[in-house]
C-alpha cells in the first residue's frame, strides 16, 4: 500500500450564472463564511467559501461561451501535505501531473486527471494561503 499522501478534500470548485446570489445562497442558507475573493482588475469573477476547518467550496463565476451548460462542476482538489512526493508517486504509476506551481493564492497546486477526464487539483498549503487569511482579502488574478 502506497503512503497515503491525501490529507483531506480540500475544496470543489463549482461554476455560477450570479455570484451574488451564489454568494448569499451559501452564506445565509448554510452559513459558510467568504474567506476571500477573486478578482480580475476591479471585477469581481469568484469567491472562497469556508466550511470549516480546512474544507473550502471555490465558486467562479461562469462563462457561457467556456463551458458546456451542464458543466457546473469544475475540479475537485485534494489536500496533502507532501505535493513533491505525491507528484513523484503518480508520475511513478504512470499517472501525468503537472509540475508545481505557486498559485495566486499562494498555495503550491499540481493538476491531473481521472480515467473519465474528471479534473483533479492537489493543494499543499503553505504559511501565506489566502484560504487561512481575513475574509476581506482579494486575489488577484491575470488568467
Known sequence: MPKPFIKQL??????????????????EG??????????RGEEKI??????????????????????DETNQINHFCFETEDIDGLIAHLRAQGIS???KKLGADNTWQSWT???????????QYTPESMQFGSPDT??????
Open 10 to 27: 480540500a475544496h470543489v470548485c463549482i461554476f455560477s450564472r450570479d455570484l451574488e446570489k451564489s454568494e448569499a445562497f451559501y452564506r
Open 30 to 39: 448554510f452559513g459558510f463564511d467568504t474567506a476571500f475573493i477573486f478578482k
Open 46 to 67: 469568484g469567491f472562497y467559501l469556508s466550511l470549516g476547518g480546512r474544507t473550502f467550496v471555490e465558486v467562479f463565476s461562469k462563462d457561457s461561451a467556456r463551458y
Open 97 to 99: 501531473a503537472t509540475d
Open 113 to 123: 486527471a481521472d480515467p473519465d477526464g474528471v479534473k483533479l487539483e492537489i493543494f
Open 138 to 143: 482579494v486575489c488577484q488574478v491575470d488568467w
